[in-house]
């Protein structure tokens, strides 16, 4: 079925796509998840719809309600389009350090941009938000790292989707922002297939972005639990970069930066399962398109000149 | 045996302001001993007194977070590379 009776009704249910070229072998296969083709783009809009409709159901929503939250981007695209769509207002807190194309997107879908020093990264823009929230109780900050709804949407849609397409699934490697995605597909596939392994890939930024006062202003997301994962691999903006563009000339997929810092994790896993001579089947997300990162100079250039660009960038 | 270990910003006071510092040990706990030797006060910066790694640190081994691979007990051989970042939000 694919006609639905509205944008929002026709999240999720996203391809997964084999990589005949980038697979090292017949018995070891990556497959990727096509999260870019959801409403506005992006894996964030499973998050952002059921956060929105579990604050309807709880009765903190009503039409003229103001949400606030702290976001990189993605998220609040997705609460942008939503919010629009039912009549709330929408204000993001978002580090000063990301890209234009994200600030466009959000204020062409009526948002409103309160940005936060790209020093102190999300960390600062998620402190922010807090203080926004407390000073102003009548509005309604989702809260996308804290929030179940976000783990839920993938526990009860991602994970779901993933195991129907690919049965045989040996691995998941996801992205670790907000954690959600890696908790709720985690959590399925250890109710629902025991022994897969779950594997995040992290971007690490450039020095500006960890600059912290001090070690207890470190944050970890509320969602966050560790026995969800098999292992956590941190990927640079070389490596990130690198694969972001082999999977466009390899494969034809023109993804995001962050989505070459989960292949890179992926092909981490592909190789060592064909040196230890198992059989494996990889699922990967492909968290959205390169589109909204055009002007962060990833895609031009040397590999060099890209990763030189993006440092002080929040990437992903 | 050398490693080298990446050092952030934030605890760069300990290591003179030095990005990276080699040090040497068959773990990672081994390890940081050494380099607390050589750079006193940053072993209290990642550990706690109980002996485990600090809540907002996070350690890497080849890029690999080493919660998942036994912590400070995480084994390590010659040219391993260690990074030092303090958590962040992502999202």
Not at chain 1, 222 to 245: C, I, K, N, Q, W
Not at chain 1, 297 to 311: R, S
């Amino acid at each position: 079925m694919a006609r639905f009776a509205s944008l929002v009704d026709s999240l999720g249910g996203t391809p997964l796509v084999g990589l005949p070229s980038l697979s090292p072998t017949p018995d070891v296969r990556l497959w990727a998840k096509l999260e870019d083709h959801n409403p506005t783009g992006s894996i964030k809009d499973r998050a952002a719809i059921a956060m929105v409709e579990a604050a309807e159901k709880e009765g903190r929503l009503h039409p003229g309600s103001t949400i606030l939250e702290p976001t990189s981007g993605n998220t609040g695209i997705s609460l942008a389009m939503v919010a629009r769509q039912r009549g709330y207002r929408l204000i993001c807190v978002m580090p000063e350090n990301t890209s234009v194309e994200r600030r466009q997107l959000l204020e062409m879908y009526g948002a409103q941009i309160i940005s936060s020093p790209a020093a102190g990264g999300s960390n600062q823009a998620v402190a922010q938000a807090k203080e926004l929230a407390a000073q102003n109780p009548d509005w309604v900050m989702l809260y996308q790292y804290g929030n179940p709804a976000n783990a839920e949407a993938h526990y009860t849609g991602t994970g779901p989707e993933i195991v129907a397409d690919l049965p045989s699934i040996t691995h998941f490697v996801a992205g670790l922002g907000t954690t959600g995605t890696l908790m709720g597909v985690g959590r399925y596939l250890r109710e629902h297939k025991p022994g897969v392994q779950v594997i995040a890939a992290e971007p690490r930024y450039g020095e500006l972005v960890y600059g912290l006062r001090n070690i207890d202003e470190g944050f970890i997301p509320e969602l966050y639990d560790p026995e969800m994962l098999d292992g956590r691999f941190s990927v640079g903006p070389d490596d990130a970069v690198h694969r972001t563009r082999q999977l466009v000339e390899r494969e034809g997929i023109f993804a995001g930066i962050s989505t070459g810092a989960i292949l890179h994790a992926a092909l981490g896993i592909a190789d060592k399962e064909v040196a230890a001579g198992r059989k494996a089947d990889i699922c990967f997300i492909v968290c959205d398109g390169g589109w909204k990162y055009l002007s962060t100079g990833a895609y031009a250039g040397t590999l060099d000149e890209a990763t030189a660009a993006l440092e002080g960038q929040l990437w992903a | 045996m050398a490693i080298e270990v990446r050092i952030p910003t934030i605890l760069r006071t300990h290591t003179g302001g030095n990005k990276t510092v080699s040090g040497s040990g068959a773990t990672l706990g081994a390890l940081v001993e050494d380099i607390d030797n050589q750079h006193p006060g940053i072993k209290g910066r990642l550990v706690t007194d109980e002996g485990k790694l600090h809540r907002f640190v996070n350690v890497y081994v080849n890029d690999e977070d080493v919660r998942f691979t036994g912590a400070l007990d995480t084994e390590l051989k010659d040219g391993d590379s260690v990074t030092i970042l303090p958590a962040v939000a992502g999202g």
